[in-house]
């Protein structure tokens, strides 16, 4: 009604089409009596209002508190983000895979950590901002470019056999995203045998048909293709009739509990039948439990990857680790 009364009011002074023009732009409203705010604060938080507008929902955006503190921390964190990747201010941290017949660490994924300390967040939220800012792209070959060196010297350190996982956004079908990071690993001094490009399964599935000659002259040339995060979209099986990957990452919603919940453990076993029969290599991810692991083992799993065994380490503390433990070839 106050609204209403404020544009009737303004019609007494001004043309119609600028009334219009204000009823159609951003309008921020802060209520002075509310609190104890003085008249300049009130003004100020009318301001902020209109910042935070959303103009799919309404013309007119009433101050909130929490709305205003979560845009500010956000464009606080896009500043850091932004400033991270030009500084190259970004950590790798290597997330063991196991081999379940020998509980050995065959395999190391590459995850990137941010250097950030000035608000709290977890890495996924980095993440999703990042493809949302579009340099996701530019992270994947930070990472990638400080993995390779940090796992050819881990590699000349220790006896044990190991080989890298990167991981890979093709969400953007625009991008030569995926040829680029092919490109750095062929020139790389890692064997191409020895690394595996990781690509979400939504990605995959829906952006393949793009970078389907692509991925198969990545496998020609040695490097291994997994989808990661399988069960997270809306995939279906006859995906496999003209598949392009080498393994398959079942994402941890169908791991948890999995030794309690039939409908799981039918499920995982499902698709590990089906991948084997397809020489289909499978990666369980999110393992936390030893009844976890038993299930997995009695299905035939080939990889584990889960805190259970070991959380993200830098190459560091698996030099230390794999030098502090037997390894038997």
Do not use: W
């Not at 020998?102 to 993440?127: G, H, P, S, W």
Request: one cysteine or more; charged letters at 25%; aromatic letters at 10%.
């Amino acid at each position: 009604m106050c609204i209403k009364q404020f544009f009737t009011g303004l019609s007494k002074y001004l043309d119609d089409h600028l009334i219009n023009d204000i009823s159609d732009g951003q309008i921020g409203v802060a209520l002075h009596g509310f609190n104890q705010c003085a008249m300049d604060e009130v003004i100020s938080q009318s301001v902020q209002a209109m910042f935070v507008h959303d103009s799919q929902a309404s013309s007119v955006n009433f101050y909130d508190e929490v709305l205003v503190q979560a845009s500010i921390r956000r464009r606080k964190l896009e500043n850091l983000l932004i400033e991270a990747v030009q500084n190259k201010q970004i950590d790798v941290h290597f997330q063991p895979i196991v081999d379940t017949k020998t509980n050995q660490i065959v395999k190391l994924e590459a995850l990137c950590r941010f250097q950030i300390e000035e608000v709290d967040y977890c890495v996924q939220e980095m993440i999703h901002l990042a493809e949302e800012l579009k340099m996701i792209n530019a992270i994947d070959m930070i990472v990638a470019e400080k993995a390779v060196k940090a796992f050819v010297q881990l590699d000349n350190a220790v006896e044990q056999k190991l080989t890298l996982s990167l991981n890979c956004s093709i969400a953007d079908t625009e991008s030569h995203h995926l040829q680029e990071l092919f490109t750095f690993i062929n020139e790389s001094p890692v064997a191409n045998d020895d690394v595996t490009i990781e690509i979400t399964e939504t990605s995959y599935f829906e952006k393949n048909i793009n970078n389907s000659n692509l991925l198969e002259h990545i496998r020609d040339s040695g490097v291994k293709i997994a989808v990661d995060d399988f069960g997270t979209g809306n995939s279906s099986f006859s995906y496999f009739s003209d598949f392009h990957f080498d393994e398959l990452k079942i994402d941890r919603k169908f791991i948890t509990n999995i030794h309690q919940i039939k409908q799981k453990f039918f499920a995982v076993n499902m698709l590990r039948q089906l991948s084997h029969d397809l020489n289909i290599k499978v990666v369980a991810e999110g393992v936390e439990n030893s009844e976890e692991l038993e299930t997995l083992k009695l299905i035939d799993v080939d990889f584990i990857q889960g805190y259970f065994f070991y959380r993200p380490m830098t190459a560091e503390q698996i030099q230390e680790h794999l030098a502090g433990s037997a390894y038997v070839d």
